[in-house]
């Protein structure tokens, strides 16, 4: 099992961290668009404040302009082979399917959940220096994200996959005629996070449809659970329940890809909307 650094070593490391922001992840899309739900659920003070931080790290980084841009730079990291704090955009939850055991280094204790628990402190710290609480603000708008893709919180265990699917990344189906592997299509939300434009525009625009159909009222009290720990068990029933209902090397069909689409629309409004009330609860 691999051992977490501390917030403070981490801060450390993030003090040599200059590199040149060139190429991005490719599902910038659902992250900008889970960014911009929760800026538009922000209080004033808290957005003032956000604003603030944003341009400290736009000091940094001149790609960094807004709060949707600081959305996918811990992608950015990973592109250039950054590999420190790769472990904190999952975690590997095991999903025993045949009653195979999981190993018991399956998960990581720097996972995503830690790390989401570990930045708040950071973040919410006045006294913490202010670049420091830029950069795990970018973070924090990421990795929760990520916690409410399904297969950021979920590994299956099976005969077929004893050490783990890593999320989805091994299991592979066919979509459009071509062999591909769960977890691609879940971060494209199946399509509704896909596509050539990946422009802040096309961001804000689906951000808009997106809570117009999914408000938070649709959610009732579970728009509240602020906790990491919930996100993650909602991860894994959702992959249950949608991801693994088509078995590896099976064509997905079209009510598995239209199903998919409105998941992952109704989560990225939930992490909109859970990641406004955190902030609004740290910064406030």
């Known amino acids: 099992m691999k051992l977490f650094p501390s917030p403070r070593l981490l801060v450390s490391f993030f003090l040599t961290l200059f590199l040149p922001l060139t190429t991005f992840a490719w599902n910038a899309v659902g992250h900008m668009v889970v ?13 003032a404040k956000v604003d603030k931080l944003v341009g400290i790290l736009n000091q ?4 960094m302009k807004t709060f949707m841009n600081i959305a996918y730079w811990p992608d950015a990291l990973r592109s250039q082979h950054i590999e420190t704090f790769t472990h904190w955009h999952y975690i590997d939850n095991p999903y025993l399917q045949d009653g195979t055991p999981a190993p018991q280094d399956l998960i990581d204790t720097d996972n995503a959940v830690w790390a989401v628990n570990a930045i708040k402190q950071i973040v919410r710290n006045n006294n913490a220096n202010e670049y420091d609480r830029a950069r795990f603000l970018s973070f924090m708008t990421h990795l929760v994200g990520d ?12 005969a077929a996959h004893p050490t783990g699917d890593k999320g989805g990344n091994t299991y592979v189906v066919k979509m459009n005629n071509e062999k591909v592997n769960a977890h691609k299509i879940w971060d494209m939300g199946l399509g509704a996070f896909g596509g050539s434009d990946s422009s802040p525009e096309r961001a804000t625009k689906l951000a808009n449809e997106i809570m117009t159909t999914y408000p938070q009222s649709y959610f009732g009290e579970a728009v509240k659970k602020l906790s990491t720990d919930d996100w993650a068990n909602e991860g894994m ?3 249950k329940r949608y991801v693994y209902s088509t078995p590896e090397n099976q064509a997905v069909s079209t009510a598995y890809i239209e199903t998919g689409k409105q998941v992952a629309q109704k989560q ?11 902030l609004n609860q740290l910064l406030g």
Do not use: C, F, K, M
Not at 60 to 63: A, C, L, Q, R, V
């Open 35 to 47: 960014a911009n739900i929760a800026y538009q659920n922000l209080t004033p003070q808290v957005r």
């Open 60 to 63: 940094e980084y001149p790609e």
């Open 147 to 158: 916690l409410h893709q399904p297969l950021h919180t979920v590994a299956l265990v099976s």
């Open 237 to 239: 029933d959702n992959a």
């Open 268 to 278: 990225a409004a939930l992490a909109g909307y859970r990641l406004a009330g955190l």
